[in-house]
């Protein structure tokens, strides 16, 4: 069975940190380029970040450049984001998947709040 693990979310204060890691299982993901995307309440899900298959190329929406950092360990069959300056806006529920996403592999997410 093909999964897609997301942890690392929790309550933080705004300007706090926080690490993602989304744990791939059933299969390899190394020659996909990934995203981690995130949902908040009452609004549709949007991709935040992307990384290439081989990590080389790597880009952000807007509103989280030079905060929030995409890698990954094709070793591991691990992506990470590293979230750094959270802002209360910043509150959704995190999910990684292939860029772009495929219905199957989405799981059930990490919650990341971020108190004002």
């Known amino acids: 069975q093909v999964q897609l693990v997301e942890s690392g979310g929790g309550l933080v204060q705004a300007g706090g940190s926080l690490r993602l890691s989304c744990a791939a299982s059933g299969r390899t993901f190394s020659s996909y380029a990934m995203g981690w995307f995130r949902q908040a309440p009452g609004k549709e899900r949007e991709i935040v970040a992307r990384?290439?298959?081989?990590?080389?190329?790597?880009s952000y929406v807007d509103s989280v450049k030079g905060r929030f950092t995409i890698s990954r360990d094709n070793a591991k069959n691990t992506v990470y984001l590293q979230m750094n300056s959270l802002k209360p806006e910043d509150t959704a529920v995190y999910y990684c998947?292939?860029?772009?996403?495929?219905?199957?592999?989405w799981g059930q997410g990490t919650q990341v709040t971020a108190s004002s």
């Open positions: 990384i290439s298959w081989n990590g080389g190329s790597t």
């Open positions: 998947n292939t860029d772009p996403p495929r219905g199957v592999y």
